[in-house]
C-alpha cells in the first residue's frame, strides 16, 4: 500500500504558475505508474497528466499539452506538476494517484489503485 499527500496548490492570476507535489510514502515508489487527475465543482474527474516509472514516458491531455510538466523523483518519492501559463478553466481540486499493474501510462482513472486528498488550484480571470 502507498499513501500519497499533494501540496502546491493555492490562488493565482491567469497566466500565473504553480508547481504541485505528491509524496508517496510505503512500498517502493518507483513501481508505481503515477498520475494526476483534476475534478472541478459539478463536473467529473478528469484525467490530466500520467508519467511512466522510470520516468521516461507521459501523457497530457489535450488541453494542458504544452503547458504542464510531469516529472518524478524516485530517490525522493516524489511527482510533481509543473503547471504555467494558467487559465481559469484549470480551477480544480488536483488528484495524484498511483498504479501499481503493468501498463507504462495510462489516462484511466479506474487503472488506478492508490489517490491522495487532493489540493485545490484556483486561477482567478
Known amino acids: 500500500q502507498v499513501q500519497l499527500v499533494e501540496s502546491g496548490g493555492g490562488l493565482v492570476q491567469a497566466g500565473g504558475s504553480l508547481r504541485l507535489s505528491c509524496a508517496a510514502s510505503?512500498?517502493?515508489?518507483?513501481?508505481?505508474?503515477m498520475g494526476w487527475f483534476r475534478q472541478a465543482p459539478g463536473k467529473e474527474r478528469e484525467f490530466v497528466a500520467t508519467?511512466?516509472?522510470?520516468?521516461?514516458?507521459?501523457l497530457y491531455t489535450d488541453s494542458v499539452k504544452g503547458r504542464f510538466t510531469i516529472s518524478r523523483d524516485n530517490a525522493k518519492n516524489t511527482v510533481y506538476l509543473q503547471m504555467n501559463s494558467l487559465k481559469p478553466e484549470d480551477t480544480a481540486v488536483y488528484y495524484c494517484?498511483?498504479?501499481?499493474?503493468?501498463?507504462?501510462?495510462?489516462?484511466?482513472?479506474?487503472?488506478?489503485?492508490?489517490w491522495g486528498q487532493g489540493t485545490q488550484v484556483t486561477v482567478s480571470s
Open positions: 494517484a498511483a498504479a501499481e499493474r503493468g501498463m507504462v501510462v495510462t489516462a484511466l482513472p479506474q487503472r488506478y489503485d492508490y
Open positions: 508519467i511512466s516509472r522510470s520516468g521516461g514516458a507521459t
Open positions: 510505503g512500498r517502493t515508489f518507483s513501481s508505481y505508474v
